[in-house]
């Protein structure tokens, strides 16, 4: 009698044990993620093995025992779905890593810029941290909505001179941006870098190609055949006149010297203009940007409205970092603000003391330059 119980509780410990593997087994789950739901063992231990337990009770605890039996089976079932859920979860968040050889990897935004401090940083200790400074102090005080009407009309003529893009590239190899914490290589170094960076991941845009390098041609304004105009009133981050200044505006203390500061007119939240005007119809803090906007757009270029809404927009850093004067947009500029900020990676983080190979890549941007622009161009 005794042999035959320890038979009996040896062959129902063998029968629950393979019931939890084969549970195991169909959930797919390893040793170390079951353990995680104890419930099932327990679960498996009370109902694997119904047909012995039913044989040892009247009919009334029968009955009893199979609606006990059929609860906890729906227990199990939830909890079956919960763990394969649990499971599917997991697999997600834990995404498989390629291999660097199957991925190409594209423009790496740098850690630090060419001194070596982080990006914009216009209070690390540099030895170009006081000219900086001194600059936007200038140009804050000095660019009035009343200044940037009179230069728009002055240089929107294009009187001063003709020449063809690649003159007005090497025109630039002698300038050094005054306002830019992070380069103080001559500009032609930024134009390729900015160029030849957006070439390696958009190969197809040749538009953007372009852009990349004749966006900072407007700084021709520095040159004595351009009437030499001060830093100040070419270079820079910029934004609108007319309206109120927001305090994204890097420097803002210094706004507060402008005239237009505490002019009723132009110190309030619109201005001069209305919400969704389009800032087409917007007037800017004089330089560069917009000076090679309206060459451009004078020329009659072919590149699209995107190009010419970088070109005007590159340095527009209150809007397209801080989000700032967003009540001015049309649905136009939102839409051309979607390549703004595909652009300005490349324009801002590839300032670096890697050198372009001029003679190696110039055949390709004369091609990209015969194909948008006219030979010689008014400026």
């Known amino acids: 009698m005794q042999l035959a119980s320890a038979d009996y509780n040896r062959n129902r410990c063998l029968l629950h044990l393979n019931a ?17 739901f104890p419930s099932f063992s327990f679960l498996f231990l ?27 089976w729906s227990i199990f079932v939830v909890l079956s779905i919960f763990c394969v859920l649990e499971k599917m979860t997991i697999a997600i968040e834990q995404p498989q890593i390629a291999s660097k050889e199957n991925v190409d990897e594209g423009f790496l935004v740098p850690d630090a810029n060419a ?13 170009r941290r006081k000219t900086v400074g001194e600059f936007y102090k200038t140009n804050h005080i000095h660019q009035t909505y009343d200044f940037v009407t009179e230069m728009r009309e002055k240089y929107g003529k294009l009187d001063r001179t003709e020449m063809s893009i690649w003159e007005s590239i090497e025109l630039l190899n002698s300038f050094v941006d005054e306002s830019d914490p992070d380069l103080d290589e001559p500009q032609i170094e930024h134009l390729l870098q900015t160029a030849e960076a957006i070439r390696k991941d958009y190969p197809d845009e040749d538009w953007l190609h372009l852009t990349g390098l004749i966006h900072d041609l407007g ?12 830093q100040w009133a070419v270079v820079g981050d910029t934004f609108p006149v007319g309206c109120a ?27 001069v203009y209305s919400e969704g005007c389009g800032l087409e119809n917007v007037l800017m803090s004089w330089g560069h940007d917009d000076y090679m906007y309206l060459v451009a757009k004078e020329n009659k270029t072919t590149l699209p409205s995107a190009a010419l809404f970088i070109i005007r927009y590159h340095s527009f850093y209150p809007l397209h970092k801080h989000g700032a004067y967003q009540y001015l947009l049309n649905e136009e500029d939102k839409e051309n603000l979607k390549w703004l900020h595909v652009f300005n ?8 003391k890697v050198r372009i190979d001029v003679e190696k890549v110039k055949p390709y941007y004369l091609s990209l330059i015969e194909k948008y622009f006219p030979a010689k161009l008014k400026w």
């Open 115 to 127: 001194f070596g401090n982080t990006f914009r940083d216009y209070n690390a200790e540099t030895e």
């Open 345 to 352: 990676k490349y324009d801002l983080y590839s300032k670096s």
């Open 245 to 271: 200044y927001d305090e994204s505006n890097v420097h803002f203390k210094y706004f507060k010297e402008n005239t237009d500061y505490n002019n009723p007119k132009y110190n309030t939240k619109f201005g």
């Open 20 to 36: 939890i593997y084969c549970l195991q087994r169909v959930l797919g789950l390893s040793l170390d993620q079951f353990q995680l």
């Open 46 to 72: 009370l109902v694997s093995s119904p047909y012995n337990a039913l044989l040892s009770l009247n009919p009334k605890r029968k009955v009893l025992f199979l609606l006990l039996f059929l609860n906890y």
């Open 219 to 230: 700084k021709v304004l520095l040159h004595s055949s351009f009437g030499e105009l001060p």
